[in-house]
């Protein structure tokens, strides 16, 4: 990281009236909090067929903050995570964003949910995250391929790009899933077990990464299993069984009396 | 006979080998990125399942007014398509996934065919929906499929990026507002309108084999998307004057010698290719010690 | 006593009468005014039935108009039709090759008249007999689902044929399976196409109806000897027409090989195509064959026919020149309202589309 050369616009306006200045990748800046959160929910229920996964969550996520997602499995946290994403209605309740977030969020999926069968190249599959700026039919221009290679080299899959996405390792798959994010360039990350099935190493590395992309002032939502990570990084966490158990500050959030309920909230509701 | 003469006269002298050439070619072209995406999704056999779709609204049309293409064409299209969706609605609102609801649509509709043939009388026009007439194609019928096969060429291409992001990442590319369904539906609108286009020239029966052999077969050599579309629509260029030359130096009928060498090309792809043939997978490895 | 007994022999003779008249009544009220139920296997023998016959039969035709006797498959309500018959009257010369398994299936107990008894067949041509095979080898799909197992008789016909200059292979498994086959054996079955054994039909239609029904036995003969006098006029005419077309030009390629009788009566040179009949999947080598033949031999003229299928024969036209004649009829007749419905007027108009196809141009 770290690169000078090829930056990024970005330019937004928050609801108060306040344009944010330009954040470039690879320079720190100063966050400046605006007055509305990124996004709000109240008593949200999220689920499929008509059966709620998670339900009577409420909260906000305020802007350029870093919240984890933790919880036992099952527990209904990618079902979330896809939630916040648009891709399911809210089965109760409501979810609000903030002007212009609904273009502006990016997701990484679990890995296994890619077809890894596919015969497309890293490279081209990364490029699939500048859809928001290419869509379906304009041409790629050369600004837009050399940010495609700017992310590869990021996550240090250069020399990856001319595989095919079924020739990569689990570790690597996930390195390009973070180059794919990073092209979307986006304000809201919502990432869904990034460090699944990865190696410490590669772990550590996305970490940094994503560290950095907080520190741009991005706000960073992330589903980990990995406890000791979560008190490592992240500063909120949003503990979930089902039904919301505890929002807040990591060390409260965490706290043995919320663990436990979770783990007996979950095989109550089953 | 030298080898030229072989290959070359029949088509140069007789004016029919000429228009069966352009017929089949001109279904292949269409059909092979159809067949590409058919075999990445894993809707081979919705494919072929089509095919039989097509049979009771083509002979709903045949009955209501006789050899009229655009009665059978309508027919055929509507049917399809009412399949198609029938299923696809199947599949989201009940338990039941999307394969056995097909199967149970292209049954139903194979038996409503069968039954609307029967009440006719014994057709013979009918029988040849079935294999097709590669040999006699008339100028409406040549017309027909050559349009069609650029319709699906240019509609396809403009699809190409959709497509590909929809079967790669389908959730992502919803997330990202990209308008994935629309692409999908849209696509089996073409694999509709090809096979009922295509039944002239091959017949019902086996024009889902001309989309579907070629582009299992480009499978096994191309690794990209691109690559498969374009080697299969030249294997099914290939099988089509292949199987025409066939039936004029063997004596046997022309669709399906067409069919069955697309077939042999599959067969021989299936062990020999390298992307995956079974040949391939027995040689012995070399490990690579690199780090990932 | 005297009157009791009396009585009672007045009773019993009253009886006996009743029982002696009704008796012998009863036949003739039973048979008298019901029409003789005739069964015809195909709607030319029907047609001709319902002339010889006229008020005194009801005839039901089990293949009907533009129907094609070859892949018919019977149903059960011929075969309720056949049981409740007095009469069938077949073509025989194994025309129909689905009726010894229907005969039997119901049944049948009543008569039957084969047509061309008298008749002298005429052999299949080698090039036929060839066809038969191609007709063969590619049935339908849709037959296969409602196809009545071939007999034994059918492979037994398989043996016999040999298989000539063709390379075909008889693909008896997936979609083609060969069902109530073409075979013909080696005579041509298609002895109505030509008016003089019109004429031994009809005599023998008369023949059959009047054992049958011997109560109207003089009325069929009248009907049947007036039904003669006009084909044999018909013939007349129509050996005179033919006969003023020079001999070069009439030659024509039709799709099946059901002229033959014609060819051979009117001095016409029916060109079968072969593999292109009924339900055929023709080769291109077929295709290649057929358009040099009409080429080389400078035929005039290809015809359509009504139960096959025309792309083939109008990309034939199309690539030697010659006309595209109309339809013409050969083993059934038009539904009825059009001229071909009734057996003269199909002869009338299968003369006419020739004669008009064959005029030098």
């Given at each position: 990281?770290?690169?000078d050369g090829?930056?990024?616009?970005?330019?937004?306006h928050g609801?108060?009236g306040v344009?944010?200045?330009?954040?470039e990748?690879?320079?720190?800046v100063e966050?400046?909090?605006?007055a509305?959160?990124v996004m709000?929910l109240?008593d949200?229920?999220?689920?499929?067929?008509?059966?709620?996964?998670v339900?009577?969550?409420?909260g906000r996520?305020e802007?350029?903050s870093?919240?984890?997602?933790?919880?036992?499995?099952?527990a209904g946290?990618?079902?979330?995570?896809?939630?916040?994403?648009?891709?399911?209605?809210?089965?109760?309740?409501?979810?609000?964003?903030?002007?212009?977030?609904?273009?502006r969020?990016?997701?990484?999926?679990?890995?296994a949910?890619?077809?890894?069968?596919?015969?497309?190249?890293v490279?081209?599959?990364v490029?699939?995250?500048?859809?928001d700026?290419v869509g379906?039919?304009?041409r790629f221009?050369?600004?837009?391929?050399?940010?495609?290679?700017?992310?590869?080299?990021?996550?240090?899959?250069?020399?990856?790009?001319?595989?095919?996405?079924?020739?990569?390792?689990?570790?690597?798959?996930?390195r390009a899933l973070f180059?794919?994010?990073?092209?979307?360039?986006?304000?809201?990350?919502l990432?869904?077990?990034p460090?699944a099935?990865?190696?410490s190493?590669t772990?550590?590395?996305?970490?940094?990464?994503?560290?950095?992309?907080?520190q741009e002032?991005?706000?960073?939502?992330a589903?980990?299993?990995?406890?000791?990570?979560?008190?490592?990084?992240?500063?909120?966490?949003?503990?979930?069984?089902?039904?919301?158990i505890?929002w807040?500050?990591?060390?409260e959030?965490?706290k043995?009396?919320?663990?436990?309920m979770?783990r007996?909230?979950l095989?109550?509701s089953l | 006979?030298t080898?030229?003469?072989?290959?070359?006269?029949?088509?140069?002298?007789?004016?029919?080998?000429?228009?069966?050439?352009a017929?089949?070619?001109?279904a292949?072209?269409?059909?092979?990125?159809?067949?590409v995406?058919?075999?990445?999704?894993?809707?081979s056999l919705m494919?072929?399942?089509?095919?039989?779709?097509?049979?009771?609204g083509?002979?709903?049309?045949?009955l209501?007014?006789g050899?009229s293409?655009?009665?059978?064409?309508?027919?055929g299209?509507?049917t399809?398509?009412?399949v198609?969706?029938l299923a696809?609605?199947v599949?989201?609102?009940?338990p039941?996934?999307?394969?056995a609801?097909f199967?149970?649509?292209?049954?139903i509709?194979?038996?409503?065919g069968?039954?609307?043939v029967?009440?006719?009388g014994s057709s013979?026009?009918?029988?040849h929906?079935?294999?097709?007439?590669?040999?006699g194609?008339?100028?409406?019928?040549l017309?027909?499929?050559?349009?069609?096969?650029?319709?699906?060429?240019?509609?396809?291409?403009?699809?190409?990026?959709?497509?590909?992001?929809e079967?790669?990442?389908?959730?992502f590319?919803?997330?990202c507002?990209?308008r994935?369904?629309?692409a999908?539906?849209?696509?089996?609108?073409?694999?509709?309108?090809?096979?009922v286009?295509?039944?002239?020239?091959?017949?019902?029966?086996?024009?889902?084999?001309?989309?579907?052999l070629p582009a299992?077969?480009?499978?096994?050599?191309q690794p990209?998307?691109?690559?498969q579309?374009?080697?299969s629509?030249l294997l099914?260029v290939?099988a089509?004057?292949?199987?025409l030359?066939?039936?004029?130096?063997?004596?046997?009928?022309?669709?399906?010698?067409i069919?069955l060498t697309?077939?042999?090309?599959?067969l021989?792809s299936?062990?020999?290719g390298?992307?995956?043939g079974?040949?391939?997978?027995?040689r012995?490895?070399?490990?690579s010690?690199?780090e990932? | 006593?005297?009157n009791?007994?009396?009585a009672?022999?007045?009773?019993?003779v009253?009886?006996?009468l009743t029982?002696g008249?009704?008796?012998?009544c009863?036949?003739?009220?039973?048979?008298?005014?019901?029409?003789?139920?005739?069964?015809a296997?195909?709607?030319?023998l029907?047609?001709?039935?319902?002339?010889?016959?006229g008020?005194?039969?009801?005839?039901?035709?089990?293949?009907?108009?533009?129907?094609d006797?070859?892949?018919y498959?019977p149903?059960?309500?011929a075969?309720?039709?056949?049981?409740?018959?007095d009469?069938?009257v077949?073509?025989?010369?194994?025309?129909?090759?689905?009726l010894?398994?229907?005969?039997?299936?119901?049944?049948?107990?009543?008569s039957t008249v084969v047509?061309?008894?008298?008749i002298?067949?005429?052999?299949?041509?080698e090039?036929?007999?060839?066809?038969?095979?191609h007709?063969?080898a590619a049935?339908?799909?849709?037959?296969?689902?409602?196809?009545?197992k071939?007999?034994?008789?059918?492979g037994?016909?398989?043996?016999?044929?040999d298989?000539?200059d063709h390379?075909?292979d008889?693909?008896?498994s997936?979609?083609?399976?060969?069902?109530?086959?073409?075979?013909?054996?080696?005579q041509?079955?298609?002895?109505?196409?030509?008016?003089?054994?019109?004429?031994?039909?009809?005599r023998n239609?008369?023949a059959?109806?009047?054992?049958a029904?011997p109560?109207?036995?003089?009325?069929?003969?009248?009907?049947?000897?007036?039904?003669?006098?006009?084909?044999?006029?018909?013939?007349?005419?129509?050996?005179?027409?033919?006969?003023?077309?020079?001999a070069?030009?009439r030659r024509?390629?039709?799709?099946?090989?059901?002229?033959?009788?014609?060819?051979?009566?009117?001095?016409?040179?029916f060109?079968?195509?072969?593999g292109?009949?009924?339900d055929?999947?023709?080769?291109?080598?077929?295709?290649?064959r057929i358009?040099?033949q009409?080429k080389?031999?400078?035929?005039?003229a290809?015809?359509v026919?009504?139960?096959?299928?025309?792309?083939?024969?109008?990309q034939?036209?199309?690539?030697t020149?010659?006309?595209?004649g109309?339809?013409?009829?050969?083993?059934?007749?038009?539904?009825s309202?059009?001229?071909?419905?009734?057996?003269?007027?199909?002869?009338e108009?299968n003369?006419?589309?020739l004669?008009e196809?064959?005029?030098?141009?």
């Open positions: 990281m770290g690169r090829v930056g990024y616009g970005l330019v937004e609801m108060s344009a944010i200045p330009r954040y990748m690879g320079t720190e966050k400046e909090f605006s509305d959160p709000t109240q949200v229920a999220f689920g499929w067929r008509g059966r709620a996964a339900w009577a969550v409420s996520f802007r350029g870093m919240t984890a997602i933790a919880g036992p499995n099952g946290k990618s079902t979330l995570i896809k939630g916040m994403v648009g891709l399911l209605r809210p089965l109760a309740g409501s979810l609000q964003t903030g002007s212009g977030e609904r273009r969020v990016a997701w990484l999926p679990q890995a949910d890619l077809d890894r069968s596919f015969p497309i190249t490279l081209d599959m490029a699939t995250g500048a859809w700026r379906a039919w304009r221009r050369r600004e837009e391929t050399q940010r495609v290679w700017h992310v590869l080299e990021a996550v240090g899959l250069a020399d990856q790009a001319g595989r095919m996405v079924g020739a990569l390792s689990g570790g690597q798959m996930q180059a794919r994010l990073m092209l979307q360039d986006a304000q809201v990350l990432l869904d077990e460090f099935a990865v190696d190493h772990s550590d590395a996305l970490m940094q990464l994503l560290c950095g992309w907080h002032g991005r706000t960073v939502v589903v980990l299993h990995d406890l000791s990570m979560v008190r490592e990084y992240f500063a909120q966490t949003l503990l979930l069984a089902g039904r919301q505890a807040g500050p990591t060390a959030a965490l043995a009396g919320n663990l436990a979770a007996g909230a095989q109550e | 006979m080898l030229l003469d072989w290959t070359i006269a029949p088509f140069n002298d007789y004016a029919f080998m000429r228009r069966a050439l017929g089949t070619s001109a292949a072209l269409g059909a092979a990125p159809l067949g995406f058919l075999v990445l999704r894993r809707m494919g072929d399942a089509m095919s039989h779709a097509i049979l009771p083509v002979a709903a049309g045949f209501l007014s050899l293409l655009w009665a059978m064409l309508l027919g299209l509507l399809g398509l009412l198609a969706l696809g609605v599949a989201r609102l009940t039941l996934r999307e394969d609801s199967a149970a649509f292209y049954l509709s194979l038996g409503l069968v039954l609307l029967s009440v006719r013979v026009d009918l029988l929906v079935l294999f097709g007439t590669v040999l194609l008339d100028d409406t019928a017309l027909l499929v050559t349009s069609v096969a650029s319709v699906t060429l240019l509609v396809m291409a403009a699809l190409y990026r959709l497509l590909v992001a079967c790669l990442d389908a959730d590319l919803r997330a507002g990209g994935g369904s629309w999908h539906m849209t696509f089996l609108v073409l694999v509709v309108v090809n096979l286009a295509g039944f002239q020239v091959l017949g019902t029966l086996m024009v889902v084999g001309m989309m579907m299992a077969a480009a499978r096994f050599w990209t998307v691109a690559g579309i374009a080697l629509a099914g290939g089509s004057i292949a199987g030359l066939i039936s004029y130096h063997y004596n046997l009928p022309a669709s399906p010698a069919i697309a077939g042999v090309a599959y021989f299936v062990t020999c390298p992307q995956g079974l040949m391939h997978g027995l012995p490895r070399t490990f010690l690199k990932e | 006593m005297h009791d007994f009396a009672h022999v007045r009773r019993r009253l009886m006996m029982i008249v009704a008796s012998v009863a036949p003739i009220v039973a048979h008298g005014d019901e029409p003789l139920r005739v069964v296997t195909f709607s030319i029907g047609d001709m039935v319902r002339e010889i016959g008020d005194d039969v009801m005839v039901t035709t089990l293949v009907g108009p533009d129907g006797a070859h892949t498959e149903t059960p309500a075969a309720r039709q056949l049981k409740a018959a009469v069938l077949k073509n025989g010369l194994d025309f129909e090759t689905w010894p398994r229907l005969a039997k299936a119901t049944d049948f107990s009543g047509a061309t008894a008298g002298v067949p005429r052999k299949m041509s090039s036929a007999s060839a066809e038969r095979h007709a063969d049935q339908s799909h849709t037959a296969d689902q409602k196809q009545i071939g007999s034994a008789e059918a037994a016909h398989d043996e016999d044929h298989h000539g390379g075909h008889h693909d008896g997936g979609a083609h399976t060969h069902e109530g086959h073409h075979h013909h054996g080696d041509d079955p298609h002895a109505w196409q030509s008016l003089q054994n019109g004429a031994i039909y009809a239609i008369a059959g109806l009047a054992t029904d109560a109207h036995a003089a009325a069929y003969r009248q009907r049947a000897h007036a039904y003669i006098v006009r084909i044999e006029a018909l013939d007349a005419q129509i050996r005179k027409t033919f006969a003023d077309i020079p070069e030009r024509v390629v039709s799709s099946h090989d059901a002229f033959g009788y014609f060819g051979n009566a009117y001095g016409v040179r060109i079968p195509v072969a292109l009949s009924t055929a999947e023709p080769s291109a080598a077929d295709m290649a358009i040099e009409v080389r031999e400078h035929v005039p290809v015809f026919e009504n139960i096959s299928s025309p792309a083939l024969i109008q034939i036209a199309r690539e020149g010659a006309r595209v109309g339809t013409l009829y050969s083993d059934a007749l038009a539904p309202g059009q001229p071909a419905a009734t057996y003269l007027g199909m002869f108009w003369a006419r589309q004669f196809a064959l005029q030098p141009q």
